[in-house]
């Protein structure tokens, strides 16, 4: 076996990827994520005695949730940078062990080997070096958990928001899966990543609103114009911002794509008369969408995908988001901004975009734009007109499989609204639903970093309706997964009560039989099913 990897939803067989990723990683690639993680571990357990003595800083917390985010599924593929983590890492780790006198004898707090040697060391610390599969599934949940986590404290830290708690429970969590624990306490430990996610979410909404305002209801314009562009993809709207205000009276267009789309809905970015509209469609489309593009395209976080030909000398990476020989924008200068003229005098000498669809899609139903609509929603409820909500967010993916969730969009009845955030939403956003009573069936709260609108609204309307328990609302939960964000905001859901959810297309790799059986007998978790049948279990509350 030369690798192993099984921390998103298309792990090879359904058991995980043995010779090369399903999202393009090869061995070395999956080595250095193995190692960095490894690392960080390290980090971590000198770091949670050094917050034991009030002598660490937040700067050790930040990066770690960037170490964490460059192994996220599609995020990182670039061998050198992996390897500038590692040994930055490790050079972090040896400081503050001298700061705090720490001393142990785990490899993970000792290892200071040379790239080079990474290859081999991944063999000894990978995922099945723990021959225990219950241990492994519940510490590589933890950790998945925790990377998920590391992604939505990284946006809201770059924006000037972090949160010493956030930090602390992902170094001490991160050290707990390098302890001999009891099963109990190691469920204790997944428990609470759920109970911090909400934390993060929150945090990570705050720093989005507080920038850019509050996401509002807005018409997102489909097709292209005659001027070159820049297509930016990912997920930060710092990079967003920059890029908006260094374009500016340029001639070049900015388009978003895929999980940027919701950056439209922002009143801040309204202002850029050159900021024209979406392109494409979920980021497993990106071969062909960025071929037709034309002009340079900026990937800011995770969802890059193996980079053809056709367009490698016109894409660019920032931030954790990395590829082999693909230009790189480096990190903003304290204080300062990003320097995007690269891409912007490249932009100039390029086609205009081939216009690949054409229309309109409506969006920006975060949970300030819901609530603002509070007592039309509540009548709606009252008088029948809405029986129910599907929360249908997510990740979307290549598999055939997730035919599935545009099957259920188009059989749910006409008196049902299905509420979405993340890149699911692309298996229906663009069907013809209609609304009720001016209230469109399909409601875009944003990002998935923008799910914490969902638990939210949830939580409101229990509140509004009078009830105790989450799971007494007419809303159920169907939800896509993909990467460890979307395993984050499961376990945020379980935190916050929230039962029966069908998840799908299929159950994570990850799990073993025993924790899966716990999940299922405590939050009744299940797998999706026939959409007929799916669909009426859910108009009955099932």
């Avoid at 006198?101 to 000894?124: I, Q, R």
């Avoid at 439209?264 to 469609?281: C, I, Q, R, T």
């Avoid at 690269?342 to 690949?356: D, G, R, S």
Wanted: hydrophobic share 40%; proline share 3%; glycine share 8%.
């Amino acid at each position: 076996m030369s690798m192993f990897c099984f921390q998103c939803q298309e792990a090879a067989k359904g058991t995980g990827c043995t010779v090369a990723g399903v999202c393009g990683k090869k061995e070395d690639i999956a080595a250095y994520h193995d190692v960095l993680v490894h690392t960080l571990k390290g980090l971590a357990l000198v770091a949670e005695e050094a917050n034991a003595q009030g002598k660490n800083d937040d700067s050790i917390g930040t990066f770690i949730c960037q170490g964490l985010f460059a192994t996220i599924t599609n995020a990182n593929f670039d061998v050198d940078r992996l390897g500038l983590l590692i040994q930055e890492s490790i050079s972090k780790r040896d400081a503050l062990k001298e700061v705090v006198g720490f001393t142990s004898e785990l490899d993970c707090v000792n290892w200071a080997g040379t790239n080079a040697e990474v290859p081999l060391k991944a063999l000894e610390i990978g995922v099945m070096s723990q021959p225990n599969e219950d241990v492994r599934s519940l510490r590589e949940l933890l950790v998945y958990g925790l990377k998920g986590m590391a992604a939505y404290a990284d946006h809201a830290a770059l924006l000037g928001f972090k949160n010493a708690e956030i930090f602390d429970f992902m170094e001490a969590a991160l050290a707990s899966t390098t302890k001999d624990l009891t099963v109990d306490e190691m469920i204790g430990q997944v428990m609470k990543c759920g109970e911090v996610a909400v934390t993060a979410m929150a945090l990570l909404d705050e720093a989005n609103t507080t920038s850019y305002g509050h996401p509002e209801l807005t018409t997102v314009n489909l097709g292209v114009r005659n001027n070159p562009g820049i297509l930016i993809s990912g997920h930060d709207l710092k990079d967003m911002e920059e890029l908006l205000k260094q374009t500016e009276g340029t001639g070049v267009d900015v388009y978003t794509h895929s999980e940027m789309l919701p950056a439209h809905y922002y009143p801040a970015f309204k202002k850029f008369d050159h900021f024209v509209g979406n392109y494409g469609n979920a980021w497993w489309e990106q071969d062909k969408e960025f071929t037709t593009f034309n002009g340079p395209i900026l990937m800011t976080t995770n969802c890059i995908t193996p980079v053809k030909a056709e367009y490698k000398d016109r894409i660019y990476t920032t931030g954790m988001a990395g590829w082999p020989e693909v230009k790189h924008v480096a990190d903003r200068p304290e204080g300062g901004s990003k320097d995007f003229s690269a891409l912007i005098e490249q932009a100039k000498t390029c086609a205009a975009p081939v216009e690949i669809e054409t229309g309109e899609i409506v969006g920006g139903f975060a949970h300030a734009q819901v609530m603002a609509l509070a007592d039309k929603v509540v009548d709606a409820v009252k008088t029948g007109a809405i029986k129910r909500f599907v929360v249908m967010a997510g990740c979307d993916g290549r598999s055939k499989d997730r035919q599935y969730y545009t099957d259920v969009a188009n059989e749910l009845p006409e008196d049902t609204v299905i509420m979405t955030a993340g890149c699911a939403k692309y298996r229906y956003n663009k069907l013809e639903l209609g609304d009720i009573g001016g209230i469109p069936r399909i409601l875009d709260a944003g990002q998935c970093n923008d799910s914490y609108s969902l638990a939210y609204i949830a939580l409101q309307l229990k509140e509004v309706f009078g009830l105790e328990d989450i799971n007494d609302l007419p809303i159920s939960y169907d939800i896509a997964w993909y990467e460890q964000k979307a395993i984050v905001v499961l376990l945020a859901l379980l935190h916050l009560g929230v039962k029966s959810i069908r998840l799908g297309p299929t159950l994570p790799a990850f799990l073993s039989p025993n924790v899966a059986k716990v999940l299922v007998e405590n939050f009744n978790i299940m797998p999706i099913g026939d959409v007929k049948e799916d669909v009426a279990a859910i108009m009955a509350g099932k």
